[in-house]
């Protein structure tokens, strides 16, 4: 089991960026597969992003291609989200979430889940 606390939301403007920072503890950290996750008040959680143990696989919503950049070190057992480009529709609150094996794009599929980060872009 790895315990998940994240960090680095705000309330910004459209069009500034922020970095999410996901902090983990446990043993598992460098063979888990990261996801991070937003729900919006009203909304199903939805996929953002997720990374491989290693690094070498990489998924993204199409809602956030080319905007959010996800990544890890595992020497310091924490994976980032840098979100540039933000709009009102991203947001939510940001959960990460750690599974083993595999990244995978549905929520249901990750083990262990943090309480999440509020981040708030106006107009």
């Known amino acids: 089991q790895v315990q998940l606390v994240e960090s680095g939301g705000g309330l910004v403007q459209a069009g500034a960026s922020l970095r999410l920072s996901c902090a983990a503890s446990?043993?598992?950290?460098?063979?888990?597969?990261m996801g991070w996750f937003r729900q919006a008040p009203g909304k199903e959680r939805e996929f953002v992003a997720a990374?491989?143990?290693?690094?070498?696989?990489?998924y993204y919503a199409d809602s956030v291609k080319g905007r959010f950049t996800i990544s890890r070190d595992n020497a310091k057992n924490t994976v980032y989200l840098q979100m540039n480009s933000l709009k009102p529709e991203d947001t939510a609150v940001y959960h990460c979430?750690?599974?083993?094996?595999?990244?995978?794009?549905?929520?249901?599929?990750?083990?262990?889940w943090g309480q999440g980060t509020q981040v708030t872009v106006s107009s």
């Open positions: 979430a750690a599974r083993s094996g595999a990244p995978r794009y549905s929520y249901g599929a990750y083990r262990d």
């Open positions: 990374i491989s143990w290693g690094g070498t696989t990489i």
């Open positions: 446990g043993r598992t950290f460098d063979t888990d597969a």
